[in-house]
């Protein structure tokens, strides 16, 4: 499974859009590219998915450049409740997930 | 629809005790994956099961941990004759399956404690 990259923590504020960049440089071809986010003393859950060029949902978007061997997560106007850990996986479709040590987000206000 | 139950959500065990950790897919959900995290760290795969089936362990340490996803009633995660260094949340989560957008629904994990 494709080894992901990812900055350990980033700060920002209230308001702002935050990227948040994963490197997969070892993508294989039946891989997908989703995001996690986990609160404190709670489960992942799941914020988007991709395969390639750009996705988007009520939550956030997903950038991926032709090569596939990054992505970025998109999240606009951030609040203090997206302080979490956002986790980039790849993977084939069905199966376990391969979490890495996330990006710690910290919004203030 | 009711999401991922696990419990207890608390377990303290002494050392050489016995732990079991439960979990109830979402309904209509037919495969259950086990995750452990330990603190500061992301989670780690340990099981991958369907009904009566185990499908990957790849991730199940290979003495004391054992997993089962009965035809009836939840997912087992039982950890015998416990150690401090099993101390972590461990996580349960289910999918439906099949092809499709590969999302896992999470459990609130379960906070197990080794004194």
């Known amino acids: 499974l494709a080894k992901t990259t990812q900055p350990i923590s980033m700060d920002s504020y209230e308001g702002q859009e935050v990227n948040i960049t994963c490197s997969h440089n070892?993508?294989?071809?039946?891989?997908?590219i989703t995001w996690y986010q986990q609160f404190p003393s709670q489960g992942p859950r799941f914020i988007i998915q991709?395969?390639?060029t750009k996705v988007t949902n009520e939550v956030a978007s997903l950038f991926i450049p032709a090569d596939r061997k990054s992505s970025t997560l998109s999240l606009p106007r951030v609040s203090l409740s997206d302080t979490a850990v956002y986790y980039c996986?790849?993977?084939?479709?069905?199966?376990?997930?391969?979490f890495g040590t996330g990006t710690r987000l910290q919004v203030f206000p | 629809n009711a999401g991922v139950m696990q419990n207890p959500r608390h377990l303290v065990r002494r050392r050489g005790q016995e732990a079991r950790l439960r979990c109830s897919p979402m309904?209509?959900?037919?495969?259950v994956y086990w995750y452990r995290q330990l603190p500061e760290e992301g989670l780690k795969f340990m099981v991958y099961l369907q009904k009566e089936n185990i499908i990957d362990e790849s991730g199940m340490p290979k003495e004391r941990f054992s997993a089962e996803f009965p035809k009836e009633g939840p997912s087992i995660l039982r950890i015998q004759q416990v150690v401090r260094g099993d101390s972590a949340a461990y996580f349960c989560a289910s999918s439906p399956g099949g092809r499709g957008i590969y999302e896992q629904y999470f459990g609130p994990g379960t906070r197990l404690t080794v004194t």
């Open positions: 991709g395969y390639k």
């Open positions: 070892n993508i294989a071809t039946n891989d997908y």
């Open positions: 996986l790849v993977g084939p479709n069905t199966d376990k997930l391969i």
């Open positions: 309904k209509g959900h037919s495969h």
